[in-house]
């Protein structure tokens, strides 16, 4: 597979409108760039308390779905970005209060848990492995990267 292309000009691209555009990438890359997702999908995305973070991760998988209805891969794809960036970001702030892994020095801070900020992890966790293995969402995404994310 092609390493992700960051020098699209992601402000110019509708997604939508060219999903051959899009590529997957590891983890969560691209998630606070593809448009017109970005847009739909970050007003709910929230972690801060494990209420909130269940509200948040139940509205955004409720999108992946909506998503999948319309057999939209990218906005399937964009959703499960941000259910996994709502694991990640909360298990940080789990480990590290403020959110900061690292010192001035790249040294990695002693971690400090934080109850709260772990329920709402696992919250974000458990609804992102039900989307990242949606037997429909994994079968349009190996046809996506077959079709548009094979090297040259």
């Given at each position: 597979?092609?390493?992700?292309?960051?020098?699209?000009?992601?402000?110019?691209?509708?997604?939508?409108?060219?999903?051959?555009?899009?590529?997957?990438?590891?983890?969560?890359?691209?998630?606070?760039?593809?448009?017109?997702?970005?847009?739909?999908?970050?007003?709910?995305?929230?972690?801060?308390?494990?209420?909130?973070?269940?509200e948040s991760s139940e509205k955004?998988?409720?999108?992946?779905?909506?998503?999948?209805?319309?057999?939209?891969?990218?906005?399937?794809?964009?959703?499960?970005?941000?259910l996994q960036m709502g694991y990640?970001?909360?298990?940080?702030?789990?480990?590290?209060?403020?959110?900061?892994?690292?010192?001035?020095?790249?040294?990695?801070?002693?971690?400090?848990?934080?109850?709260?900020?772990?329920?709402?992890?696992?919250?974000?966790?458990?609804?992102?492995?039900?989307?990242?293995?949606?037997?429909?969402?994994?079968?349009?995404?190996?046809?996506?990267?077959?079709?548009?994310?094979?090297?040259?």
């Amino acid at each position: 597979m092609k390493p992700f292309n960051y020098d699209q000009d992601f402000t110019k691209i509708d997604f939508r409108q060219h999903p051959e555009l899009y590529q997957v990438g590891k983890g969560e890359q691209g998630v606070l760039m593809v448009e017109p997702y970005k847009s739909e999908i970050l007003p709910h995305w929230r972690f801060k308390t494990p209420d909130i973070a269940r509200e948040s991760s139940e509205k955004i998988y409720e999108m992946f779905l909506d998503y999948k209805a319309n057999g939209d891969f990218v906005g399937m794809d964009m959703a499960r970005k941000f259910l996994q960036m709502g694991y990640t970001r909360s298990r940080r702030y789990a480990n590290h209060k403020t959110g900061r892994k690292y010192d001035n020095d790249k040294q990695v801070l002693p971690r400090e848990e934080d109850p709260i900020k772990a329920e709402s992890a696992r919250i974000f966790y458990a609804i992102y492995q039900q989307a990242k293995t949606d037997a429909e969402y994994m079968k349009l995404k190996k046809a996506h990267q077959s079709k548009y994310e094979v090297e040259d």
